[in-house]
T-cell receptor, first 115, second 113 residues
Framework: AQSVTQLGSHVSVSEGALVLLRCNYS??????LFWYVQYPNQGLQLLLK??????LVKGINGFEAEFKKSETSFHLTKPSAHMSDAAEYFCAVNPVDYNNNDMRFGAGTRLTVKP | DAMVIQNPRYQVTQFGKPVTLSCSQT?????MYWYQQKSSQAPKLLFH???????NEADTPDNFQSRRPNTSFCFLDIRSPGLGDAAMYLCATSRLSSYNEQFFGPGTRLTVL
């Protein structure tokens, strides 16, 4: 079964510093990959997705992620953290299967941004 | 704007008292999902509907039921809530496609007293 592993349940950065949130996937074929953000007491909002087009994917709020097949990774980055980026971030995987709705989420990474 | 709406946003119920959470969507998506999310955890899929076809996850307790009377609405019924059912409940939708991007509602936070 396909899955994702997020390395680091908590990441803390200073405002203006680089944000790097790690996600590795497990799949026999390149799957579809997603990053979602969740603010307190809210639902999940899609940041970006990889659907086998460009390997460098740009999302909302200045975030981007690069799909690296050789490393089975899909790490999320942002060059300069803002206080408003503090939230929970989830990496998710969907199998490449038209008939399969089975999205699997990582355990999440809580991002703290220090002033 | 097309969206996923959940009502209420906060629900308080008593131990053992049935409760219903609702979800509606204006996206005209054919798939609707219910997730349970406990504090500091990833969302856990309870079940989903593809149109009217109901798909239950193997480990979803019988205490949880769902109804989808039409394309736009989906309900989560908890027949006898226990303290362990206190959580955020998230509704999501997707258009069945090759990558199934899911769109989430704001969630309902359930408290069980």
């Amino acid at each position: 079964a396909q899955s994702v592993t997020q390395l680091g349940s908590h990441v803390s950065v200073s405002e203006g510093a680089l944000v790097l949130l790690r996600c590795n996937y497990s799949s026999s074929v390149p799957p579809y990959l997603f990053w979602y953000v969740q603010y307190p007491n809210q639902g999940l909002q899609l940041l970006l997705k990889y659907t086998s087009a460009a390997t460098l994917v740009k999302g909302i709020n200045g975030f981007e992620a690069e799909f690296k097949k050789s490393e089975t990774s899909f790490h999320l980055t942002k060059p300069s953290a803002h206080m408003s980026d503090a939230a929970e971030y989830f990496c998710a995987v969907n199998p490449v299967d038209y008939n399969n709705n089975d999205m699997r989420f990582g355990a999440g990474t809580r991002l703290t941004v220090k002033p | 704007d097309a969206m996923v709406i959940q009502n209420p946003r906060y629900q308080v119920t008593q131990f053992g008292k049935p409760v219903t959470l609702s979800c509606s969507q204006t996206l005209n998506h054919n798939v609707m999902y219910w997730y349970q999310q406990k504090s500091s955890q990833a969302p856990k899929l309870l079940f989903h509907y593809y149109d009217k076809d109901f798909n239950n996850e193997a480990d979803t307790p019988d205490n949880f039921q769902s109804r989808r009377p039409n394309t736009s609405f989906c309900f989560l019924d908890i027949r006898s809530p226990g303290l362990g059912d206190a959580a955020m409940y998230l509704c999501a939708t997707s258009r069945l496609s090759s990558y199934n991007e899911q769109f989430f509602g704001p969630g309902t936070r359930l408290t069980v007293l």
